[in-house]
């Protein structure tokens, strides 16, 4: 079934946030930038850092990982890497990473907010650290920090069997991007075992039967990482994408659904996501 363009923007103007209603102008229509750019940094706190739910699991004002992983793919999405949010993000992930770069999943404070139930604080270093060093690098920063963070991204990578679901995803989406081409195309190869026969991996203490699908782990035709995915997989991964559309002209998510406003503002982001992927595979123009 053809996806219902229409239907889907209705939905997202209906429902979702400032944010994202944006985001699907620059998307469906090449609406300027510049109000994304105003709407995210509303999200953006004094110390640079974002939080104010824009990672809609984790509810907490103060600035938090998973919103600044979110706020730079963003800009990421846009192509807005040369905003100064970007280097202020750097600057936030170096004051808060530990000191062997790798930034913690949640930050305390969130413990005083409505959150996930996996969105607990814990100081161990975690796979937002690939996708924050991923997108600064792409960005052209250059600081002490993100050296470091680069290399402890590499140590976790040189170890494959230690990762699983979305560690596999993030190492994924930092390999796709690395300078090194030579050397991300042989950690890809090397993650190959932990991907089944199906194309996706299962989510360890997920939704019954959450999985990560070939489209959420390399989501643009020209990545790298499609070398792990066979074509049949990824057409199979797109009609299944088109025929979710359901009949309010959204997309629903499939891990946990906690929280009334979790819900409204995570089915603005994956629809958006949805027409971002289809639109990149040419099914949804």
Known sequence: ??????????????????????????????????????????YQNPDHGFGHALEPDVRDPASQPT?????????????ALDDSM????????ARNARPDGALPFVLPTAADHPHAPWMTP?????????????????????????????????????????????????????????????RARAAIASLRPKIGNDGTIPVPGGTEDERLTAL?????PHLRSRALFAPEHIDAELDRLETDQLADGGWMFDWLDWSPGQRVEWRGSVTLRALATLAAHGRAR
């Open 67 to 79: 919103a600044t992983l979110h706020a730079l793919e963003v800009l990421a999405e846009v192509d």
């Open 122 to 182: 814990n100081p161990d270093g975690s796979f937002i650290t690939f996708g924050v060093a991923s997108i600064l690098t792409r960005a052209g920063v250059q600081t002490p920090w993100l050296d470091v963070a680069r290399s402890w991204c590499w140590s976790r990578i040189d170890r494959p069997d230690q990762l699983d679901a979305y560690w596999v995803k993030f190492a994924l989406d930092f390999l796709d991007h690395e300078p090194d081409e030579d």
């Open 216 to 220: 959420v782990l390399s989501p643009r």
């Open 86 to 93: 970007v280097i202020q993000a750097a600057n936030w992930a």
């Open 1 to 42: 079934m053809p996806t219902d363009i229409a239907a889907a923007e209705r939905f997202i103007h209906d429902t979702a946030r400032l944010l994202d209603r944006h985001r699907l102008a620059v998307l469906l229509h090449g609406a300027p930038v510049e109000p994304v750019r105003t709407a995210l940094r509303a």
